[in-house]
Nanobody, 131 residues
Framework: QVQLVESGWGTVQLGRSLRLSCAAS????????FAWFRQAPGKEREAISC????????VYADTVKGRFTTSGDSAKNTVFLQTDNLKPEDTAVYYC????????????????????????WGKGTPVTVSS
């Protein structure tokens, strides 16, 4: 059974950090690019980072570049999103998604979700940042 399960939810104050995890099972981890998305209340889901295991490439949206870091542990079949210097505008439900069809250059594009359904999604984990 294919699963992506996010964890690491929390409520934190401005400037603090959280580490989100996405545990994958039921498929071969190595061949997939894993992207982190987030969706704030009343807004569209947006891609914020991507880690491609096949070439170790990492890509970030401008809104999180320099504050968030994505990584992967193939031995644990898990990808991580380290979120530092959190701001109230980072408040959202965070999702991970995986696909073999696209590299990170495509998965990070805003229009990708308009045209494609990514292969696997987690159910999301909420992050709230208070000021």
């Amino acid at each position: 059974q294919v699963q992506l399960v996010e964890s690491g939810w929390g409520t934190v104050q401005l400037g603090r950090s959280l580490r989100l995890s996405c545990a994958a099972s039921g498929f071969t981890f190595y061949y997939y690019a894993f992207a982190w998305f987030r969706q704030a209340p009343g807004k569209e889901r947006e891609a914020i980072s991507c880690f491609d295991h096949s070439n170790s490439r990492k890509v970030y949206a401008d809104t999180v570049k320099g504050r968030f870091t994505t990584s992967g542990d193939s031995a644990k079949n898990t990808v991580f999103l380290q979120t530092d210097n959190l701001k109230p505008e980072d408040t959202a439900v965070y999702y991970c998604a995986a696909d073999t069809r696209f590299g990170c250059s495509t998965m990070i594009l805003p229009e990708t979700l308009q045209y494609y359904t990514l292969k696997f999604w987690g159910k999301g984990t909420p992050v709230t940042v208070s000021s």
